[in-house]
């Protein structure tokens, strides 16, 4: 058996059309969604992908400017520049790239968005709002994860979900979602971890694999059930001198291997990462809708 391969620029490409047709909507009732993007220092990776979130925010007619500060730059004078973009009302949503130089406190920096306007769903009102089950917007990553499985015809109800990884960006908040008692979630949810014991005998028993340890080719075929569903949430930049750019993009699955093996599995490029952007404009979406209370259903 050869598994289905789940693309996410596919389902992606699906959800920013139904976007992009909301906007639409919205802007005829005389609302414009408005995303800030802050961005310090040159990071290359954090460049890419707030390039790319600005590219997604014209394809959907989002307004959206991007405020770039010098690497130097003092957490007080980002402080002052989210305290400035929380009283914009052009933006309804605000995301700061991470990571932060190391001068800066992340903590200090997420706490000081707006929770209405924390479009990534960082700040720990949102990340409360979620545990308790009762969310605001829901993490980027996360929620493009739920959304590859539902849109795919792997509702993950009543099934093994493993996660493969504890981070707050990943991990936590994708148990958050899938064990929510509600459609599209209702899962029994593992979160493993570098402290787990028998690791393959747990990711085994998976319907449902998520790996999101930011290790390449961390599972490994005899890792997996036979006819599980794989999500590999990892994006890892390994050099390669036959690419423009110095380097191409692996995952946390031995994808090849694994596609004999399983039922279906994301690509890497091409899988979660595209959802994640696509995420970024739902809630930037739906952020203008409730704090104006302008909606279009
Ligand atoms: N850095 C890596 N992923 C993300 C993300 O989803 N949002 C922000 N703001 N920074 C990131």
Redesign the pocket.
């Known amino acids: 058996m050869v598994a289905k391969i789940l693309s996410g620029r596919e389902i992606s490409a699906k959800v920013r059309q139904e976007l992009k047709e909301k906007v639409t909507k919205l802007k005829a009732k005389g609302l414009a969604p408005g995303l800030a993007m802050v961005r310090v220092g040159e990071d290359p990776a954090?460049v890419s992908?707030v390039k790319q979130k600005g590219k997604t925010t014209e394809e959907l007619g989002i307004y959206s400017e991007t405020v770039v500060l010098p690497e130097e730059t003092s957490e007080e004078k980002l402080l002052a520049t989210i305290a400035e973009l929380n009283n914009d009302p052009r933006f309804h949503g605000i995301?700061?790239?991470?990571?932060l130089p190391r001068h800066i406190s992340q903590d200090r920096v997420i706490n000081a968005i707006d929770p209405m306007k924390d479009a990534?769903c960082?700040h720990p009102v949102n990340v409360g709002r979620l545990l308790i089950g009762d969310p605001y917007l829901l993490p980027?990553?996360p929620h493009g994860v739920q959304q590859i499985l539902i849109r795919s015809g792997y509702s993950p109800e009543g099934k093994h979900v493993v996660i493969c990884g504890r981070s707050n960006?990943n991990g936590k908040p994708l148990f958050a979602i899938l064990v929510q008692k509600r459609a599209g979630a209702n899962a029994t949810v593992t979160v493993c971890h570098t402290g787990t014991k028998n690791l393959p005998e747990i990711t085994r028993s998976a319907d449902i694999l998520v790996a999101a340890m930011g290790s390449p080719k961390f599972i490994k075929a005899n890792m997996v059930k036979e006819g599980a569903v794989v999500i590999d949430v990892g994006v890892n930049r390994i050099e390669d001198a036959t690419k423009k750019s110095g380097f191409r993009l692996i995952g946390d699955t031995d994808f090849e291997a694994l596609k004999e093996k399983v039922e279906a599995i994301t690509p890497v490029p091409g899988g979660v990462g595209p959802m994640?952007v696509t995420m970024?404009m739902w809630n930037t979406i739906m952020a203008a809708e409730t704090q104006t209370g302008i909606t279009v259903g």
Request: net charge negative; with cysteine; proline share 7%.
């Open positions: 954090s992908y995301l700061v790239q991470l990571p990534d960082f980027c990553t960006l994640t970024l």
